[in-house]
Each structure stands twice: as C-alpha cells, then as structure tokens.
C-alpha cells in the first residue's frame, strides 16, 4: 500500500480565499484523523472519522472548518474563508478498526498551507 | 481525562551517548495503548511503536528501547549510540478504549544528535 496519501503537499493562498485538502486513507483502515500542526499549538486533532460517519469534530476551530468523507477512500478538510492564522501543516492519519481499535495511526506527509 | 506530557522540549546530545526520552501519561481508561511516533526534519510522522496497557514487557528493537511502567504512568524512550539520523521531534501518545480512537499527543522532544 502507498500509505496515506495527502494532497497537495503545500498551498499557498490569499486571505479570505477557498482552501481544500485531500485525503485517501490506506484501504482497509476504518479510521481517519484529521491533525493540524502549529510550533504553538502543536499537534491539535480536528475531527475523525468511524467508518466515514464523523465521530468527534469538538477540534474544529469555527465553522469557517468544515470535513467530510464521501466514501472509505477519500476525505476532504475545507476552509472558506481562509484566515492567515490557518497556516500550518495539515496531517491526515489512518488507522484499523473497529474489530482492530487502538491500533497505531499512520499519518500523510502533510499538506502545508500558508495564508498570506 | 487523557493527557500526555513530555517535560524535556530540547535536548542535545553528543553523537553515540545515550539518550532517554520521557513520557508520562493520565488515564483513566484501563485499556489503552500508547505510541511513540518520530518527525524528522523533513516533516512527516513516522510510527515507531504501540505498547497496549495489559503487557508491561519492555522492547528492544536495535538500538530503540521502550520502558513501560503503568506504576509510574510512565512510557520512556532510549536510543542507545545515537546518531546523527535521531535528530527529530519524538511524540509520544495515548489512545484509550473508552475515548473512541483518538490518539493524544505529547507536545514532543525535540533531539539534536550533534556529530
């Protein structure tokens, strides 16, 4: 398996613009995490996923965040409008379930975004 | 409620010292797992090890070691003979089974292997 794969690896783009972020779990794994990375906040979770149902979204910091999981393979974290201080890497992570919960979560590279 | 904390932010060691990594964890799940996860300058988090809480044994794997202890709450990590190649920022996680799955992150250790 390729692992999980993010795209893009980074984007750059204007204050107040649309940002999408997209995901593809490795197959199989019933779980995805959406993870944003700042020096200040360190690793923050936004929202995960069961099955593509959202199950806890309390680390989505407003509503200009939103998420979604049309199917097992593909995930997308959408900003609109997009602020400078949502500049950060944004990771992805997958993992087995739910026979298999609590098993070890293997992230993307990362998609970094830069609002200016 | 879950929390990890790993006191050391920086440390700097001399190429082939020993190095030990601290994690201490709160629960109160009496299933969970914790995870040692390593991010190289490069960015991306690589998965190192997954101990769950029923089974206390240490690890070894090279020159990795892990030291649970659920007495202490603690989950510690050694590179014996470190490297240059160690320099990263080491998270350290829980995930319990009443919590879902989601994973808690430390605030990381950042190490510097100085050659």
């Known amino acids: 398996d390729a692992g999980v794969i993010q795209s893009p690896r980074h984007e750059v783009t204007e204050m107040g613009q649309e940002v999408t972020l997209r995901c593809k779990p490795i197959?199989?794994?019933?779980?995805l995490f959406w993870y944003r990375q700042t020096m200040m906040r360190g690793l923050e979770l936004l929202i995960y996923?069961?099955?593509?149902?959202?199950?806890?979204d309390s680390g989505m910091p407003e509503d200009r965040f939103s998420a979604k999981m049309p199917n097992a393979s593909f995930s997308t974290l959408k900003i609109q409008p997009s602020e400078p201080r949502d500049s950060a890497v944004y990771f992805c992570?997958?993992?087995?379930?739910?026979?298999?919960?609590?098993?070890?979560?293997?992230f993307g590279q990362g998609t970094r975004l830069t609002v200016v | 409620a879950q929390k990890v904390t790993q006191a050391q932010t920086e440390i700097s060691v001399v190429e082939k010292e020993d190095v030990t990594l601290d994690c201490v964890y709160e629960t109160r799940d009496t299933t969970y797992y914790l995870f040692w996860y390593k991010q190289p300058p490069s960015g991306e988090l690589v998965f190192l090890i997954r101990?769950?809480?029923?089974?206390?044994q240490n690890e070894i794997s090279g020159r990795y070691s892990w030291n649970f202890q659920k007495s202490t709450s603690s989950f510690n990590f050694t590179i014996t003979a470190s490297q240059v190649v160690d320099s990263a920022v080491y998270f350290c996680?829980?995930?319990?089974?009443?919590?879902?799955?989601?994973?808690?992150f430390g605030t990381g250790t950042s190490l510097t292997v100085i050659p």
């Open positions: 996923f069961n099955n593509n149902v959202p199950i806890d």
């Open positions: 197959s199989g794994h019933d779980y």
């Open positions: 996680a829980l995930s319990g089974a009443n919590t879902g799955n989601q994973f808690y």
């Open positions: 992570a997958s993992s087995q379930g739910p026979g298999l919960m609590n098993t070890e979560a293997f």
């Open positions: 101990r769950n809480s029923f089974d206390e």
